[in-house]
């Protein structure tokens, strides 16, 4: 990974910060992208520590604002770096519906729209930067989501592991259409489910959450193990030129049926193109 730049977001904790402390150790020149300044310096110091021959740069950003994507895409630009990897890796759950401040359902914002806007602003820069890679971080939790057209926020009633699966299904759709629409761009898309892993997800939903969390905690896979197929995918020769695919545990599967349909996929492309007023 000499001389190769990785973006990962989500990098102040759990898989984020394992992925990035990975990529480093092998020689990569790794950018964090980080909510929170003070959290994101703590992970910054660790990456530094971590470094063979790259270095790390943090960058504060809150995905859940568009606003916000657009100027981290802006600031990353102007520093005419290239960017061969990265890592669409940030999530959240909520029990309780939110709003962004952009008047958008809070997980879906995130855990999709953020991928979708983020990767548009930035593409221009991985195709200059080929060979390049996007990782999406999804979830076999796609499983018991579907993509509600007429309701993505749960207005009408408002399931909270439906909207997150809704969310993680709604990034494999996401990274398979890219994948066709970059074909023999020597840029990739693949994405991957990390396994149940003891993170912070999902710590920002009150006391219950928190201590039903902890219960599992002894059942979970650690960050470091959790990160390893995002760490394959960004770095692994095996998956050179390898795009449109699913990873669970570095091996390729196959993720559910309602994810390979591309008229679903395409449809929320448009949505996703209207939804963060970048052009098709």
Not at 9 to 32: D, K, Y
Not at 76 to 104: E, K
Not at 213 to 222: A, D, K, N, S, V
Request: with cysteine; charged share 20%; hydrophobic share 45%.
């Amino acid at each position: 990974m000499n001389g190769r730049t990785c973006m990962i977001t989500g990098a102040s904790s759990g898989i984020g910060r394992e992925t990035a402390i990975a990529l480093a150790r092998m020689g990569a020149t790794l950018v964090l992208v980080c909510r929170d300044p003070a959290r994101g310096e703590a992970a910054l110091a660790e990456v530094q520590r971590s470094a063979r021959g790259g270095g790390a740069h943090l960058m504060v950003a809150d995905l859940a604002s568009q606003e916000s994507i657009r100027g981290l895409a802006r600031d990353f630009l102007a520093t005419q770096r290239p960017l061969h990897v990265l890592i669409n890796n940030a999530g959240v759950v909520n029990t309780r519906r939110s709003l962004t401040i952009d008047g958008i359902e809070t997980v879906f914002a995130v855990n999709h729209l953020a991928y979708f806007l983020l990767t548009h602003l930035l593409l221009e820069r991985l195709r200059q930067s080929a060979p390049a890679r996007i990782v999406n971080v999804a979830s076999e939790a796609h499983t018991f989501g579907a993509i509600d057209f007429d309701d993505f926020g749960g207005e009408r009633r408002y399931r909270p592991m439906r909207i997150y699966g809704q969310s993680k299904l709604a990034n494999i759709l996401f990274t398979f259409e890219l994948a066709r629409r970059l074909d023999g761009t020597g840029v990739t898309a693949n994405c991957l489910h990390p396994g149940a892993v003891a993170t912070g997800l999902g710590f920002n939903n009150g006391v219950v959450a928190k201590a039903i969390i902890r219960l599992l905690r002894p059942f979970l896979r650690t960050a470091e193990d959790g990160a390893r197929t995002s760490i394959f995918l960004a770095s692994s020769p095996a998956v050179e030129g390898l795009s449109g695919k699913y990873f669970v545990d570095c091996r390729e599967r196959r993720s559910s049926p309602a994810s390979y349909d591309e008229a679903a996929a395409r449809r929320l492309w448009d949505v996703s193109v209207q939804l963060t007023g970048i052009g098709g």
